[in-house]
């Protein structure tokens, strides 16, 4: 089993606050995906990251593959209540070898 | 856009009990899946089926079965259900391969 740890497990910050979140492995990942789960729904894809130190960015959203492809971050720039939902990241190691992270539920307070 | 359908929402079964969780899709997609999603433990895949008529094991198998009954349709059942078995279940498919998951709303189930 490919263990992906993220980091912070909870995290509560008022509006306008930067944060960021990490997703760790001792694995290799071909690529890597962040999705975001609001309450009573499934996750829903944000990004993709496939080559080692590729950084993409999603409007306040910026996200980083690690050089190593082991690891992930989450920078959110001036947090705002809508962001609040559950983050999770998944790394890719086959056709159909998608490991999720234990997630980090971020709360948002206005 | 419908997309993917799991029904039921919610069930409550007591030990011993036998229940099939079931979810179409509408998007002409190849490949599904089913996850359990626990506290602090992420989506854990339980079974696969990367095109119609083919089925495989994921990480948590054990105690479920499945059913790719046609190109929208999978299945998944419990044949005794069991307290471990409480968890939110997620119905997942995708097109070509590399192409994001959609997900389904999942079944909240309670096992007692």
């Known amino acids: 089993t490919q263990l992906l740890e993220q980091s912070p497990q909870f995290l509560s910050i008022q509006e306008g606050e930067n944060l960021t979140v990490y997703c760790n492995s001792s694995?290799?990942?071909?690529?890597l995906q962040w999705y975001r789960q609001e309450p009573g729904e499934g996750p829903v894809l944000l990004v993709t990251v496939v080559t080692g130190g590729e950084v993409k960015k999603l409007k306040r959203l910026t996200f980083q593959f690690g050089d190593a492809r082991k690891d992930s971050s989450l920078h959110i720039t001036a947090a705002q209540p809508g962001d609040t939902g559950l983050y999770l990241c998944?790394?890719?190691?086959?056709?159909?070898?998608?490991?999720f992270g234990t997630g980090t539920r971020l709360t948002v307070i206005p | 856009n419908a997309g993917v359908t799991q029904t039921p929402k919610f069930q409550v079964l007591k030990t011993g009990q036998s229940m099939t969780l079931q979810c179409a899709q509408d998007?002409?997609?190849?490949?599904m899946y089913w996850y359990r999603q626990d506290p602090g433990m992420g989506l854990r895949l339980i079974y696969y089926?990367?095109?119609?008529?083919?089925?495989d094991k994921g990480e948590v198998p054990n105690g479920y079965n499945v059913s790719r009954l046609n190109k929208r349709e999978f299945s998944l059942r419990l044949e005794s259900a069991a307290p471990s078995q409480t968890s939110v279940y997620f119905c997942?498919?995708?097109?070509?391969?590399?192409?994001?998951?959609?997900f389904g709303n999942g079944t909240r189930l309670t096992v007692t």
């Open positions: 089926s990367a095109s119609e008529g083919t089925t």
């Open positions: 694995s290799v990942f071909s690529s």
């Open positions: 998007m002409n997609h190849n490949s």
């Open positions: 998944a790394g890719k190691t086959g056709a159909n070898n998608l490991f």
């Open positions: 997942a498919s995708r097109g070509r391969m590399g192409s994001p998951l959609h």
